[in-house]
């Protein structure tokens, strides 16, 4: 667009640009910090200055309708409101470093002496233009912002190349960029003089800054993205094929930090190991997941320098946290890449796994993951899906959740009158034990699900065998998450009574930690449970400390010894008295025991003559298909053969 002789396009073009980003400024409300506040201020000043800009050319066109006067005003303001917007573009380029940050006294000072230098120059204008009897024109106030720009052009690149160590890599990168595209605008408007883009070397540098750092998910202070960016750029790198390392870094202490009264002194210290991590490589991409949680995504070649690479980064961490007072431990799991890390979901996934590895271990820890982890973590992440996949269908006959039975031994009736019921899962044909997908299971919220299912295929069979088979009850697991939901017992009655069977021949079992969790409501459910006729086994006794007043207290059945405990008693005299004595308290309180794990004659010998009125191990029978079951209990006179 020409107006009066000059092309404006790039003036109205930042006027829209600049009337668009202070109303998303406005209303996307994001953290108010400094530098948040000088791209705000500075989009508003942007748009004075156009306008501004706009009437001086105005007046500089049509001198018979506008006094000189108006041309000085609008000259002055502009010139006052240009040299705002340059001091604070230098002062937010400084602020990208930490080290500035902290000391602004320096920054204070060029800003004043470049103040004073302006204003001698504008002095110089007023002088000039009453010398020459009021001739002045526009185009002379605009060579001379011109060269002020050009000017602060060169301080803020002098700044950014002097304290490059203290600025993100990226930040350092952006701001040399668009210095680089501002000297290079001023140049060509200085040297052509009927187009004007003055307002694109301001209004760029904020659009840029606010996209940077509060649109898109660049950290001000420390100079890192946040997850959605790491997550994008691991998924490109996967699909591009590239060879690159994850790093993990967690700070455990730090979740339990008041960031309120800490947050200034964390993000510090967090900018100084970023920057001095950055260093190391040339291809480095550091993002924050969380305040206690950092990732690096490392696109390296050669696999002989990964562990020169983490042995460097332990250092650089472990020398910036030994000059804190706080006491802070770190835990790094590395991981290259693999096909088995797909997606970044599996990429967390097998961090998190990992992570369980380490996280026991005291003090710091910095664990490269390696073949044996990726198959092992395949393996679990395959019984991961399966069990939210179960879980989310919830559906009580689900064909992949197995109930297997163990045979219980009745020493006082010599036959099988209860069994264990068992759960395994059943995975591309393959049948998984317990020890691997019940710790999923409860991690992932999906162990209530099994237990409704298994005890749905243990009443199905409970409903088959009733007129049959002379038995008891089968018993079923129940964990302490359930134990204490206050809807346990109707959503095991509902389960119950769908299928038509006595509740006594249900029997549930829990182990004597799950009581601790909620007392008072694991003993309500226990309390109606039972009434309803389902009896209780207190299962793994002698495993850990024991309070047997609460014990005694609560509305057990049957008390379920360990095999750990048996084997200890047949090698050691004293645990041997100590488990009779056992015995006799719970016997004397009216309550039948039950031995698990007895594999032979000397432990089963051993169990009977201990006074154990039920036995379960090996010995008697392997945990077999539920339906088996038919082979262990005795037949009722009268039964269909």
């Known amino acids: 667009m020409i107006f009066g002789g000059y092309n404006i396009t790039a003036e109205i073009i930042s006027l829209i640009i600049c009337i668009f980003l202070a109303l998303v400024m406005i209303y996307s409300n994001p953290r108010k910090t400094l530098s948040y506040q000088l791209i705000y201020y500075g989009v508003l000043l942007s748009v004075a200055a156009i306008l501004c800009q706009a009437a001086l050319i105005t007046t500089d066109i049509y001198p018979d309708i506008f006094e000189h006067t108006m041309q000085i005003f609008f000259s002055a303001l502009f010139l006052t409101l240009y040299l705002a917007i340059l001091c604070l573009l230098y002062t937010r380029i400084n602020l990208l470093s930490t080290k500035i940050v902290n000391n602004k006294a320096p920054l204070n000072k060029r800003i004043i002496t470049f103040i004073t230098v302006y204003a001698v120059g504008c002095i110089w204008l007023i002088i000039r233009d009453f010398i020459h009897n009021h001739e002045s024109s526009a185009s002379i106030i605009i060579d001379f912002y011109t060269i002020a720009g050009l000017i602060m052009c060169i301080l803020c690149f002098i700044s950014i190349l002097r304290n490059r160590r203290s600025i993100p890599a990226i930040m350092c990168k952006y701001a040399l960029l668009f210095i680089s595209i501002d000297f290079a605008m001023l140049t060509i408007q200085y040297h052509i003089k009927d187009v004007i883009f003055t307002s694109l070397t301001y209004v760029l540098p904020f659009l840029v800054f606010y996209i940077l750092f509060h649109s898109n998910p660049y950290d001000e202070i420390i100079g890192c993205q946040n997850q959605y960016s790491f997550e994008a750029r691991f998924s490109d790198s996967v699909s591009l094929n590239r060879k690159f390392l994850v790093m993990d870094l967690r700070f455990p202490q730090l979740s339990n930090v008041n960031y309120a009264i800490h947050n200034e002194r964390i993000e510090e210290g967090a900018a100084a190991v970023c920057r001095k991590i950055e260093m190391l490589h040339n291809m480095i991409h550091i993002y924050k997941l969380h305040n206690d949680e950092y990732a690096i995504i490392l696109y390296i ?56 590895k380490i996280d026991s271990e005291a003090g710091n820890a910095c664990y490269l993951a390696t073949d044996h982890d990726y198959k092992q973590f395949h393996e679990s992440y395959k019984i991961e899906q399966l069990l939210l996949d179960i879980r989310n269908k919830s559906d009580l006959d689900d064909s992949r959740v197995l109930c297997y039975a163990q045979p219980i031994f009745s020493v006082k009736e010599n036959s099988f009158r209860t069994a264990e019921a068992l759960m395994r899962l059943s995975l591309d044909g393959t049948v998984i034990y317990p020890d691997k997908f019940i710790p999923l299971a409860e991690s992932n919220n999906c162990i209530h699900t099994l237990t409704r299912i298994i005890l749905n295929k243990a009443c199905k069979i409970i409903h088959e065998f009733e007129n049959d088979y002379d038995f008891d009850a089968l018993t079923i697991n129940c964990s302490s998450s359930e134990l204490s939901d206050r809807n346990l017992f109707n959503d095991l009655m509902g389960i119950i009574n769908d299928n038509g069977i006595n509740p006594e021949h249900i029997r549930l079992e829990l182990t004597e930690s799950a009581m601790f969790d909620d007392f008072e409501t694991v003993l309500y459910n226990m309390e109606k449970l039972n009434q309803s006729g389902i009896k209780f086994y207190l299962d793994d006794f002698g495993t850990g400390y024991s309070n047997i007043e609460r014990i005694i207290g609560c509305p057990f059945y049957t008390i379920k010894f360990d095999k750990s405990l048996l084997y200890k008693a047949l090698n050691n005299d004293g645990v041997s008295d100590l488990m009779s004595h056992m015995i006799s308290v719970f016997k004397k309180q009216g309550l039948v025991l039950l031995i698990e794990g007895v594999e032979d004659d000397t432990q089963n010998s051993y169990c009977i003559e201990q006074g154990f009125d039920y036995i379960q191990g090996y010995k008697y029978s392997k945990p077999h298909p539920v339906i088996e079951l038919k082979n262990y209990f005795n037949k009722k006179s009268g039964a269909a053969v």
């Open 301 to 356: 070649k050669d696999d002989s320098k990964i562990r020169g690479f983490l042995d460097n980064v332990e250092a650089i961490i472990s020398d910036a946290l030994a000059d804190t007072s706080y006491r802070i431990n770190y835990k790094i799991v590395a991981l290259q890449n693999n096909p088995v890390l797909s997606s970044s979901h599996r990429l967390n996934a097998m961090a998190k796994f990992l992570f369980n």
